[in-house]
């Protein structure tokens, strides 16, 4: 799958760090053969990419359009389809399928949203679905918490 990972609180934190797990989690996706891309609303974050080492997991480096998500694709120049998207915004997650996270900040030892990542897409894989409650189904609506 093509697996699209937000910036900004979602792999990255308001302090810089990288949420703990991200480089695990991407290899661990590598390893499973999907394809990772990075994306952020405020264009391609190659500096990010490069200051955190994770270019060895990137199969691209694109902007995130910021409303009517899937139209603006070629305009923003996105050239790979996303098949599942992780991300702290849940319209994007309902316009595309796949995981919402809570923003993250701060760096703190105990997040795990990785790894709660990773066991939602290797279920997806598997069953075409997961009952985990941060699993979006791509076009869907955003359910209140």
């Known amino acids: 799958m093509n697996i699209f990972f937000d910036v900004d609180y979602t792999i990255l934190g308001l302090d810089d760090s990288l949420r703990p797990g991200t480089r695990e989690t991407f290899q661990r996706l590598i390893d499973d053969g999907h394809k990772i891309y990075i994306w952020s609303g405020l264009g391609p974050r190659w500096e990010v990419v490069r200051k955190h080492k994770l270019e060895q997991f990137t199969s691209g480096v694109f902007e995130k359009p910021t409303h009517h998500f899937i139209e603006r694709l070629p305009e923003v120049g996105v050239s790979t389809m996303p098949d599942f998207a992780i991300d702290d ?6 316009a595309f399928g796949g995981v919402w996270v809570p923003p993250y900040f701060f760096k703190r030892t105990w997040d795990v949203e990785m790894d709660r990542i990773y066991k939602i ?3 997806y894989v598997l069953t075409g679905h997961s009952d985990d409650r941060q699993y979006r189904v791509k076009g869907s609506t955003i359910p209140l918490f």
């Open 121 to 123: 897409i290797t279920e």
């Open 89 to 94: 915004y849940p319209e994007v997650v309902a």
